[in-house]
């Protein structure tokens, strides 16, 4: 979906080092989110923000941080990579006001992060 | 606790067979409820949702479910599958009380054979 994306799309990085994972929608949407998908499990919930200044932390936030810096930006950081990390990142939007997607989610493409 | 079960792992059916992939719920709030398809390499399309009224709902690509709400469960029918519908599909849960969170199952993988 062109309307989420996600950059950078592949990712090889090392132990240890700092990594910042960017998502940038056009469809106006207030909220956003970041999840983790591994085999097996699933997505899992990373962060959630409803607006600029609402970030709250979801299932699997250890590790991570993140930055809203716009209501159509929304950047995930691994402060200090480290290997159990290595997973398929997905960053989705969401529309709060009343709508026929009210609650539905959109999803970017995806960036693949393998940590060394 | 909130949580999503899809109990098959993976689903081998033959091309124009009829499918049904199994998700049940658990959920303390009215469920909003979703089923997502991911192609290989893919993001995640929404194929249907259902937030209230008909408990019988219809999505893209000829894919139906049904809410059952005696049972927790929403399953994902398709009366004749195409090779095409080889995917990886996952179950979710979310509601507008908890800030439209969602909870995905583990995802079911499906193989069509011609």
């Known amino acids: 979906d062109a309307d989420v994306t996600q950059t950078p799309r592949n990712r090889i990085t090392k132990t240890g080092k700092r990594i910042m994972l960017e998502c940038s929608q056009t469809k106006g949407h207030d909220r956003m989110y970041w999840y983790r998908q591994d085999p097996g499990l699933g997505l899992r919930l990373i962060y959630y923000s409803f607006d600029v200044k609402d970030i709250n932390k979801g299932e699997i936030s250890d590790g991570y941080s993140v930055s809203r810096q716009a209501q159509a930006k929304f950047s995930l950081s691994l402060e200090s990579a480290i290997p159990n990390q290595t997973a398929l990142y997905f960053c989705?939007?969401?529309?709060?006001?009343?709508?026929?997607?009210?609650?539905?989610?959109?999803f970017g493409p995806g960036t693949r992060l393998t940590v060394l | 606790a909130q949580s999503v079960t899809q109990p098959d792992i993976h689903i081998t059916v033959s091309e124009g067979a009829s499918l049904e992939l199994r998700c049940n719920y658990s959920?303390?709030?009215?469920?909003?409820l979703f089923w997502y398809v991911q192609s290989p390499g893919q993001g995640l399309q929404l194929l249907l949702k259902y937030f209230s009224g008909d408990t019988l709902v219809q999505g893209i690509k000829g894919f139906e479910a049904e809410f059952k709400r005696s049972q927790s469960s929403f399953n994902l029918r398709k009366p004749s599958v195409h090779w095409s519908d080889a995917a990886e599909y996952f179950c979710a849960v979310g509601a507008a009380n908890t800030g439209n969170q969602f909870y995905f199952g583990t995802g079911t993988s499906l193989t069509v054979i011609p």
């Open positions: 959920y303390g709030a009215t469920p909003y």
């Open positions: 989705a939007t969401s529309d709060s006001r009343a709508g026929s997607s009210y609650n539905e989610q959109f």
